[in-house]
């Protein structure tokens, strides 16, 4: 991700789940204040379930970090906005709904970082969420994060792409006319045999490379230290 950044590229994070994306991200952000001395603002939009956990690890693991948990009902969310407004944060966390809710105030802000967790919802185009993000909210650097980045359809697949490099993945039809002209010499659509089908994965995973890092839990099992087992006895409660 630091090589992405460097790179001036957005990406996806894609590794399974359990393997620690959140993590991942609160260290990448410390590590572009700390290194890069990139203090924000950053944005982070998460499922409503998870943005408690997301606002644990951020205390846990980068105290110092001055966060907004942007949330609760139309007072509550009135009486941050005086905080976002004067910009005195390094992160908001905030979910889905307020993005939409609040794209007004939320929108004018010129985030350094958009992050996604659940990426995946923005495989539809013209969904609300997406279609807000791109018309409302101004961001240097996008990161997805998902467990689920290969998508059957390769419109929805471009759609993702579309989201974090418009400038190269600007048209769908393109997108798929140039993993499908090997096989496509009439127009018409053709059914594809298993070693084509493989053919148009290897092209499409080359095309990721650059933005996609997706490790699975065998392929870095091996890479974790020994397990170390504590029994600790307790008294029994009355």
């Not at 966390?93 to 958009?114: H, Q, S």
């Not at 140039?178 to 594809?192: C, S």
């Not at 974790?224 to 087992?229: A, D, I, N, Y």
Request: with cysteine; proline share 4%.
């Amino acid at each position: 991700m630091v090589s992405l950044y460097n790179n001036n590229l957005n990406g996806i994070l894609a590794d399974e789940m359990g393997l620690g994306k959140t993590i991942q991200t609160v260290a990448l952000i410390t590590y572009l204040m700390e290194v890069k001395k990139v203090n924000g603002p950053y944005l982070i939009i998460v499922p409503l379930s998870t943005i408690s956990n997301w606002a644990l690890e951020l205390e846990k693991w980068a105290p110092h970090v001055v966060k907004i948990v942007y949330k609760g009902d139309k007072d509550a969310r009135k009486r941050m906005d005086f905080i976002v407004k004067r910009g005195n944060f390094n992160v908001l966390l905030t979910t889905y709904d307020y993005v939409l809710k609040e794209k007004g105030v939320l929108g004018k802000i010129r985030w350094k970082y958009m992050i996604i967790d659940e990426g995946h919802r923005m495989k539809n185009h013209n969904c609300k969420l997406t279609l807000t993000l791109n018309a409302y909210f101004s961001a240097q650097h996008r990161l997805l994060l998902t467990g689920t980045p290969l998508q059957n359809k390769l419109p929805e697949l471009w759609a993702l792409l579309n989201f974090l490099l418009p400038s190269i993945f600007s048209s769908c039809g393109t997108f798929e006319q140039w993993f499908n002209a090997p096989f496509a010499t009439t127009g018409e659509k053709v059914e594809l045999n298993q070693e084509e089908t493989m053919l148009i994965i290897r092209r499409l995973h080359k095309v990721l490379r650059p933005f996609l890092l997706r490790r699975l839990k065998k392929e870095v099992e091996s890479q974790l230290p020994e397990k170390t087992e504590h029994i600790i006895k307790c008294d029994m409660t009355a």
